[in-house]
């Protein structure tokens, strides 16, 4: 079983400059055959400031762990299962069949739930977004990719929406990696989407302009640009490139011009990147 408390105890000193004063609320990191980025999920909120376990779904079957222990349940990037049966739908009807219970149960309860792309498949999947009126159902698809190759490159995202997840973001610049990240769905459902407002990201140009569906600012063709999306009640956001795996400032693919750009205006050079502040705003949540 996974530890309670993992990780270097650290002396209050080193609290005080390292990270932030951590919150009692923990985050249940889903694992399994395929996942590949749980790590850096649980690196980046705990810099941001909150716990985080890393349970394979077995071992959650198994009930060697409780999701209703938790707070936010990610669902992490990766190619679950192989993506042989279409990208996350394996995983998704593994927990369709033997957790969804526990899963409607903490979607009623003041928790969060994050699908970073291969987890944004897998919420489709199951319905979790954007899951109008609480009714779980497949209403989006994720589709192959316009080119029809696997894109890995960095991307420029803005939030289209003031919500918990988006709150302070002017913009994000992270990679994706994903050969089915093309957003599409019906006319009725995008019309619904666009009134609510749970379009939370799209993809943008370096100045923040519309991506217009245009290659490579638009990496995949999804539909309007949309890079991540909501739940109808917000609780729940998906979302396919990684910001977790841009955390850092020199992480960025353009960071020795940044770099450069601050030193020649006098700005400090900082040690994360803009992409912290998604995982800040989840702490701030539960704060």
């Known amino acids: 079983m996974t530890s309670k408390h993992p990780g270097r105890k650290q002396t209050p000193a080193q609290e005080r400059t390292s990270a932030p004063e951590p919150i009692p609320e923990k985050a249940l990191i889903m694992s399994g055959f395929g996942i590949n980025s749980e790590m850096e999920t649980k690196v980046v909120l705990a810099r941001a400031g909150m716990g985080a376990d890393i349970v394979h779904i077995n071992d959650l079957i198994d009930g060697r762990f409780d999701l209703l222990d938790y707070r936010l349940l990610v669902f992490p990037g990766g190619f679950s299962y192989g993506d042989d049966t279409g990208a996350g739908n394996a995983y998704a009807n593994r927990v369709r ?19 970073i792309c291969n987890g944004f498949q897998i919420l489709a999947n199951l319905g979790l977004v954007p899951a109008f009126d609480r009714q779980y159902k497949r209403d989006i698809a994720l589709m192959p990719n316009r080119k029809g190759v696997l894109e890995c490159r960095f991307v420029t995202l ?36 666009r009134r609510e407002k749970m379009i939370a ?87």
């Open 158 to 193: 803005k939030p289209t929406a003031d919500n918990l997840w988006t709150r302070g973001i002017e913009q994000l610049y992270c990679p994706v990696a994903h050969g089915e990240g093309n957003f599409f769905c019906s006319r009725d459902t995008l019309d619904r989407i």
């Open 97 to 115: 069949n033997n957790l969804w219970r526990d899963v409607e149960e903490f979607l009623t309860g003041d928790n969060l739930v994050l699908g």
């Open 201 to 287: 990201f799209t993809y943008c140009r370096e100045d923040l302009s519309s991506a217009r569906g245009e290659y490579p600012w638009n990496p995949n063709g999804s539909l309007e640009d949309i890079a991540g999306i909501t739940s109808s009640d917000g609780k729940v956001l998906g979302l396919m490139p990684h910001p977790e795996r841009a955390m850092e400032f020199t992480s960025l693919y353009n960071w020795p011009l940044l770099r450069e750009q601050m030193k020649r205006v006098g700005k400090p050079i900082p040690s994360g990147s803009m992409n912290m502040q998604l995982f800040q705003n989840i702490v701030a949540f539960f704060r």
